[in-house]
T-cell receptor, first 113, second 112 residues
């Protein structure tokens, strides 16, 4: 059973508009969440993270929102740029122990010029 | 180099052969992780090292899979008697013991 779910395999948006990528989780023990971006033939690169004690974290064009009661988080990219086209992975972790990351299957974002 | 490096970048092998995959973490990073990504799937945790010890091996799919880390640095993942279902991209990540992990480019393994 998947503990982290990204239900949209793909998303297409116009340059300059907002991209919203969604992620749901089932494990209430998760207390840290991360978004990674992956280009073809490269490893994932860290984008932004959020601790469960917060409900929002912002870094430039990227904002992550966390709704703990709904076990839902989202990544907003504003404005979207063609260079943002990549696969975005949502990941979750429990502090303590190995702190391994549990990943969703990813959402492929295409930003059209 | 500044980042995590992995070798080889691609490996094609025949079913039943053994393979070794190598990871060089970022210098000074004490924690090292192995993940794999099968086609159309997310990254799946395999094993975690803290220094040279592996306190969490819970993700290794079978006893054909093993890994070691020496000198608190380089790690090798060994797959014995490879099967076609082992075909995947194997990714290594390292960290300073924080949640944020830095990933290498991966090794694409194809078992014919």
């Amino acid at each position: 059973d998947q503990q982290v779910k990204q239900n949209s395999p793909s998303l297409s948006v116009q340059e300059g508009r907002i991209s919203i990528l969604n992620c749901d989780y089932t494990n209430s023990m998760f207390d840290y969440f991360l978004w990674y971006k992956k280009y073809p033939a490269e490893g994932p690169t860290f984008l932004i993270s959020i601790s469960s004690i917060k409900d929002k974290n912002e870094d430039g064009r990227f904002t992550v929102f966390l709704n703990k009661s709904a076990k839902h988080l989202s990544l907003h990219i504003v404005p979207s740029q063609p260079g943002d086209s990549a696969v975005y992975f949502c990941a979750a972790s429990e502090r303590g122990g190995s702190e391994k990351l549990v990943f969703g299957k990813g959402t492929k974002l295409t930003v059209n010029p | 180099g500044a980042g995590v490096s992995q070798s080889p970048s691609n490996k094609v092998t025949e079913k039943g052969k053994d393979v070794e995959l190598r990871c060089d973490p970022i210098s000074g990073h004490t924690a090292l992780y192995w993940y794999r990504q099968s086609l159309g799937q997310g990254l799946e945790f395999l094993i975690y090292f803290q220094g040279n010890s592996a306190p969490d091996k819970s993700g290794l799919p079978s006893d054909r899979f093993s890994a070691e880390r020496t000198g608190g640095s380089v790690s090798t993942l060994t797959i014995q008697r490879t099967q076609q279902e082992d075909s995947a991209v194997y990714l290594c990540a390292s960290s300073l013991g924080q949640i944020k992990q830095f990933f290498g480019p991966g090794t694409r393994l194809t078992v014919l």
